[in-house]
């Protein structure tokens, strides 16, 4: 088993005034070669887009890309047709495929946007762009981890073009999280705190850190009242 901690003020960061972000993997002007991504996993942004701003058309060519909204509201049109605002615990997921473009923009006069920007590479170059989005009750994830995409849309999670598993979970008490990985071959788990604190292998997280761990058919997550959790499951080949 292999386990590595990236805590929150390790990540790449970028702020252009409209746009704040923070970078777990390269990306942009962070180049880091140790922080290419996490088998599947490439890029998990976290982003803070400035009232009436935001991300002008351009283009993205095979990767499959879900955002989660934390907070406010986006925007999205892309060269498919589809024109959407995404809120708060909606969740969006676009096959890039053969190629595709898109813009992203927070309408809102006053209140800022905050989101997590995600990328994983696809099981398939080339395929044909698609777009989903989704509304997520809370209540879905109270105490329990929420499945928000997967390969087979299960339990009515988005569908996505490569074998892994995102899952959220807010846990109001303490509760100690027992999770085995799915899917063939060797499997990683990345764990990233929204919020509040988690203990697993020894190590404490608090907001905003993360954990990626390799090579191991069982996690305990202990997790404090208050935590906020994203959960990844990805193939590392």
């Given at each position: 088993?292999?386990?590595?901690?990236?805590?929150?003020?390790?990540r790449?960061?970028?702020?252009?005034?409209?746009l704040?972000?923070?970078?777990?993997?390269?990306?942009?002007?962070?180049?880091n070669?140790?922080?290419?991504?996490?088998?599947?996993?490439?890029v998990?942004?976290?982003?803070?887009?400035?009232?009436?701003?935001?991300?002008?058309?351009?283009p993205?060519?095979?990767f499959?890309?879900v955002?989660?909204?934390?907070?406010?509201?986006?925007?999205?049109?892309?060269?498919?047709?589809?024109?959407?605002?995404l809120k708060?615990?909606?969740v969006q997921?676009?096959?890039?495929?053969f190629?595709?473009?898109?813009?992203?923009?927070?309408?809102?006069?006053?209140?800022?946007?905050e989101?997590?920007?995600?990328?994983f590479?696809?099981?398939?170059?080339g395929?044909?762009?698609?777009?989903?989005?989704?509304?997520?009750?809370?209540?879905?994830r109270?105490n329990?981890?929420?499945?928000?995409?997967?390969?087979?849309?299960?339990?009515?999670s988005?569908?996505?073009?490569q074998?892994?598993?995102?899952?959220?979970?807010?846990?109001?008490?303490?509760?100690?999280?027992?999770?085995?990985?799915?899917?063939?071959?060797?499997?990683?788990?990345?764990l990233?705190?929204?919020?509040?604190?988690?203990?697993?292998?020894e190590?404490?997280?608090?907001?905003?850190?993360?954990?990626e761990?390799?090579?191991t058919?069982?996690?305990?997550?202990?997790?404090?009242?208050?935590?906020?959790?994203?959960?990844?499951?990805?193939?590392?080949?």
């Open positions: 088993m292999t386990k590595r901690i990236t805590r929150h003020n390790e790449g960061v970028s702020n252009l005034g409209w704040q972000s923070r970078f777990s993997f390269s990306f942009a002007e962070y180049r070669p140790d922080r290419m991504g996490f088998g599947a996993l490439r998990i942004n976290d982003d803070r887009i400035a009232p009436q701003s935001g991300f002008g058309t351009h993205h060519r095979d499959e890309i955002t989660v909204v934390t907070k406010g509201a986006v925007t999205h049109a892309d060269s498919m047709g589809h024109a959407f605002t708060a615990d909606e997921h676009m096959s890039a495929g190629g595709v473009e898109h813009s992203e923009h927070n309408r809102d006069p006053k209140e800022w946007l989101l997590f920007q995600i990328w590479f696809p099981a398939q170059r395929i044909t762009p698609a777009y989903q989005n989704k509304r997520f009750d809370p209540e879905l109270h329990k981890l929420a499945l928000l995409v997967s390969p087979d849309e299960a339990e009515g988005l569908p996505i073009a074998d892994v598993r995102l899952y959220r979970g807010t846990y109001d008490q303490d509760t100690t999280l027992v999770y085995r990985p799915h899917g063939q071959g060797e499997r990683g788990v990345y990233l705190v929204i919020d509040g604190r988690v203990e697993t292998l190590e404490t997280l608090n907001t905003r850190d993360a954990i761990v390799a090579g058919d069982e996690l305990d997550f202990n997790l404090a009242a208050g935590t906020d959790i994203l959960l990844f499951d990805v193939p590392m080949h």
